[in-house]
C-alpha cells in the first residue's frame, strides 16, 4: 500500500523525489507492456525494460494494489502478468450464445488427477480412477491446451507423463499451482465428506516446469502421438 501511494502523493522527504518518480515511471511502464500485449506478460520481460534501481516485483506489487478494487484488475499467473475483469463485473460482459458441452465426468477427473499429481502417466490416473481411461479423454484434455506431454517416465515401456499448462491456470483464475484447493478447502466446498480413508490427503502439485528426476525428455515424434483425431466427440472449454 505504501509504494502504490508514492506514485500519487508527493514525498514530505525531498531526498525520495528520485526514488518516487522511478517507481511511478516504472508503474507507468509495466502498465503499458501489459496493455498492449494479447498474452500475460513474463514478470522478467517486464523487468528489463524498468528504470535502474527499480525492481520488477516492487513496480508490480505496487501497480496491482493500483488496481485492487476497480473494474479492471491485475493478476498474476504463473509468474506472467495480465489485466482482467473484475470477477463481480463479469455479468456485465455476458452476451447470449450457443450452449457449450461441458467437460465429461472422465475429462474433469482426468484434468484433477494431472493437475494435482503431475508428473503422471495414464497407467497412474488409471490406478487413481479405478476405472479404465479412453484415448479421446486424453485427446480432448490436449485440445484445450490445459494438459501437456511432459516427457517420458524412466520405468518398463517409458510412458508418456502429463502436466499441465500456464493456460489451466489463466483459465481457472490460479496464480500457481499452490492455489489449488487442500483438503479442507475441498470438505467446505462439499466435495468430500466425512467417510475418508484413514491417511487420506490431497497432494502438494510443483510449478516447476522442468523433468524430474525420473523423467526423459520426449523424443522426436512424440508429439504427433496423439494427432489422429479423437475418440470421443470434443467438448468446448467450460466455464471456471
Known amino acids: 500500500m505504501a509504494e502504490a501511494a508514492l506514485l500519487f502523493d508527493e514525498p514530505e522527504d525531498p531526498a525520495m523525489d528520485l526514488r518516487t518518480e522511478a517507481l511511478r515511471e516504472a508503474a507507468r511502464i509495466a502498465e503499458a507492456l501489459i496493455f498492449a500485449s494479447a498474452e500475460p506478460v513474463e514478470e522478467s520481460d517486464i523487468g528489463k525494460r524498468l528504470p535502474d534501481g527499480v ?11 493500483i488496481y485492487s478494487g ?10 506472467r502478468w495480465t489485466f482482467r475483469t473484475a470477477p463481480d ?29 503431475q ?40 510412458p508418456v507423463t502429463y502436466g499441465s499448462t ?22 467446505g466446498a462439499g466435495l468430500f465428506d ?14 516447476d516446469a522442468g523433468l524430474s528426476e525420473d523423467e526423459d525428455p520426449l523424443e522426436d515424434g512424440d508429439s504427433d502421438l496423439f494427432d489422429s483425431g479423437p475418440e470421443e466427440p470434443a467438448a468446448e472449454m467450460p466455464e471456471p
Open 194 to 207: 466425512g467417510r475418508l480413508p484413514p491417511g487420506f490427503g490431497v497432494p502438494q502439485p510443483t510449478d
Open 166 to 187: 500456464d493456460a489451466f491456470l489463466l483459465h481457472f483464475g490460479l496464480e500457481s499451482l499452490s492455489d489449488l484447493p487442500g483438503l479442507e478447502e475441498l470438505k
Open 89 to 117: 463485473l463479469g455479468w456485465l460482459l455476458s452476451r447470449e450464445r450457443t450452449e457449450q458441452r461441458k467437460l465429461s465426468r472422465a475429462a474433469l477427473e482426468t484434468l484433477s488427477i494431472i493437475a494435482y499429481h
Open 55 to 65: 525492481s520488477a516485483a516492487e513496480t508490480m506489487a505496487a501497480l496491482r494494489e
Open 70 to 79: 476497480r473494474g479492471i484488475q491485475l493478476v498474476r499467473v504463473a509468474k
Open 119 to 158: 508428473p503422471t502417466t495414464r497407467a497412474e490416473i488409471e490406478d487413481i480412477r479405478g476405472v479404465a481411461i479412453s484415448k479421446g479423454t486424453l485427446d480432448v484434455l490436449l485440445e484445450t491446451g490445459w494438459v501437456r506431454l511432459r516427457g517420458r517416465r524412466r520405468a518398463p515401456g517409458r
